[in-house]
């Protein structure tokens, strides 16, 4: 069987959701093996055989995390120029996708980006034109390297007992041309990362600046806060949160969409979620076309009422 290396995407060694979705998987294209960027490789041994990595391959050149993407790409390179896998895949989220781009055109392969589903070929299905259409793709010349939306998956548990095998990169002056001279972590909210959550409830311009119902039905639900562009132009909320196209772009199992009137704009950032809610006062708002269930409500009233009602269920 083939292997299919999987890039990791951890937090200073903490392994996200969105790996367990890539190694479930690529369990279905051949051999899943993981490719570690950083320290902490031995520490993440439990979670990434959980899921079935028959292999963790750790890259702990400091270099890898001084610069930006460039250097990560030219690792990725030579790791598959020594397993010579069928298939790469990569969480859709910024840096993958350009690290996905380096790395295509370094091993002179096919690309697919943004994928909501990967079957045996490697065939993939990519919603486009702001979720209007269902494209199945299959990459024909090269390795198969496709970056993968969150939630394209359901984490399968399948317990392997993997190794770490150390591999030594070189990297060359040419990618060391951006570095990176400081950082800090994002402050904490306590809710999941905006493009992981199964659960988003996002505000829009109904909410009149005011998102503290939105955000205590989220906490009750567990979920993500998400943003309308019109929300985050006014500054109600930081641009951070925005769902959009010219935002982030989200498929959580259910989006709760308050006062949110449905624009393109917006939906083309969050259509292809599996469940939608929207409540809005005007019943003949955009967003109720493709909206699952839909309330027509003032969501001051509504939201308060739901929120109540989900914590009486809790105790």
Known sequence: MSNVLVLVDHTDGTVRKTTAELLTIARRLGEPVAVFIGDGAQAALPALGQYGATKVIALTNPELSQYLVAPKAEALQQVAAKIEPSAILISSNAEGKEIAARLAVKLESGLITDAVDVQEGPVTTQSVFAGNYS????ITKGTAIITVKPNAATPEAAETSPEVEEFDVTISDAAKTAKITDSKP???TGRPELTEAAIIVSGGRGTGGDFAPVEAFADSLGAAVGASRAAVDSGW???A???GQ???TVSPQLYV???ISGAIQ???GMQTSKTIVAINKDNEAPIFELVDFGVVGDLHKVLPTATQEVTNRKS
Do not use: F, I
């Open 266 to 268: 917006h939906r083309a």
């Open 241 to 243: 949160y925005q769902v």
């Open 135 to 138: 494209v199945k793709s299959k």
């Open 246 to 248: 010219t935002g982030k």
């Open 186 to 188: 994002r402050a904490a």
């Open 237 to 239: 909320y930081p641009h």
């Open 257 to 259: 969409a308050a006062g």
